[in-house]
């Protein structure tokens, strides 16, 4: 299993003593805004490209490759900027391990966050709900709403191959070693 996420710490604390084997991917797009926020904005531009190599790298290994040219292009100017991805590598990279088909899922927490920020708005608009069973019931409308916006799982097979622990190098299935399956 893999939790995404950025904000919301609470959240992410008990999912994480729910699921203690779960792993943990950063979120892309708010890793580039805290990056961004700790530069210029001349810099801004260019550390951005430079991101987008990083999480849109082929596999694991170009990823790194990439980490390592942020690294040089920005850590001396700019530590701080550059702290914020080498010291995350492997959350930020996580995605790598599972299926190719899910990463364009896994990068980013927006489509949820997208979803709450509707019953967010809502209850602001209405000055809340009244009663809990209301504040239920509204929420409940407003997400079966959004719900007919949101994009389907890619390769919704392979979830069950990741659920039942099948191993991902690069996005793709590392098949058993047949000799260590006798």
Known sequence: MLV?????????RALAEVFPQAR???CWVHKTRNVSNALP????????????EIYNAEDRA?????????????GAKFPKAVKRITGEVEELLAFHDFPAEH????RTTNPIE??????????KVTRGAGSPAAALAM????VESAQARWRAVTAPHLV???RAGARFENGLLVERDETLAA
Do not use: I, N
């Open 114 to 123: 997208s979803t709450f920020s509707t019953v967010k708005l809502r209850t």
């Open 41 to 52: 904005k001349s810099a801004q531009p260019g550390a951005k490209k430079a991101l987008q």
């Open 62 to 74: 170009h990823a790194e490759k990439a980490v390592t040219a942020f690294e040089k292009a920005y």
């Open 24 to 26: 943990h991917q950063r």
């Open 103 to 106: 990463w364009v899922h896994l």
């Open 160 to 162: 069950a191959l990741v």
């Open 4 to 12: 995404v996420g950025d904000g919301a710490m609470g959240l992410w």
């Open 139 to 142: 929420v409940f409308k407003l």
